[in-house]
């Protein structure tokens, strides 16, 4: 069975230092690998993915993640954190050829202090 | 451009009821997605549909859940003899393509939090 683990719930982080915010996956097959970021309220908002090509994705608001296949990980990363970066962050996979539907992970809690 | 709305945002029910949840995907999106997010937990799949076609419905938890999308737009689920263990926030999304090698995001909703007492 496909699965997706964010092993931290919280990750703590001050303004102005680099973050990660872990991943790992089990499935079948190729996957295609997304994070997703969530407000307060809001909607899930996707950041990035990784479907072929380089294993160093870029995205929304200077996050970036690498594929690791030998790893079977897809951190998240971002070089110097922002405050307004704090929210809740999902991991998610989904299967080539399959009807695109995404499996998630539990999230992660970033919290980035002044 | 408008993004996918959800209605109502807020549902309290007694236990028993039957409640319809409205999602409004993004206008031509051909794929949209339904996913149950019980509180502190990922998002977790109920259902896809291709335009009107239900394709995919493994994640619908029991018989008291049913989906529809008759026109290829607008979708319902519906919950029948809503129970305490639905409680959750449902979540809708859509996206322009169908899955297969040039795979897109998923555009989701606010989503509807129910709560059944």
């Known amino acids: 069975a496909q699965s997706v683990a964010q092993p931290e719930d919280q990750v703590n982080v001050a303004e102005g230092n680099p973050l990660t915010v872990k991943c790992t996956y089990s499935?079948?097959?190729?996957?295609?690998l997304f994070w997703y970021v969530q407000y307060p309220n809001r909607g899930l908002q996707f950041l990035l993915k990784y479907i072929t090509g380089d294993n160093l994705v870029k995205g929304s608001y200077g996050f970036e993640a690498e594929f690791n296949k030998s790893q079977t990980s897809f951190h998240l990363k971002k070089p110097s954190a922002l405050v307004s970066d704090s929210a809740l962050y999902f991991c998610a996979v989904s299967l080539s050829g399959n009807t695109g539907k995404l499996i998630f992970g539990q999230g992660t809690t970033l919290q980035v202090k002044p | 451009g408008a993004g996918v709305s959800q209605s109502p945002r807020y549902k309290v029910a007694k236990r028993g009821q039957d409640v319809a949840l409205r999602c409004d995907p993004i206008s031509g999106h051909v794929s949209l997605f339904w996913y149950q997010q019980a509180l502190g937990q990922g998002p977790e799949f109920l259902t896809y549909?291709?335009?009107?076609?239900?394709?995919?419905k493994s994640g619908l938890p029991s018989d008291r859940f049913f989906a529809e999308r008759p026109e290829g737009s607008v979708s319902t689920l519906k919950i029948q003899r809503t129970q305490q263990e639905d409680s959750a926030v449902y979540l809708c999304a859509s996206s322009p393509i169908i899955a297969g090698p040039s795979y897109n995001e998923q555009f989701f909703g606010p989503g509807t939090r129910l709560t059944v007492l």
């Open positions: 549909f291709q335009n009107e076609a239900q394709l995919d």
């Open positions: 499935v079948s097959g190729n996957p295609y």
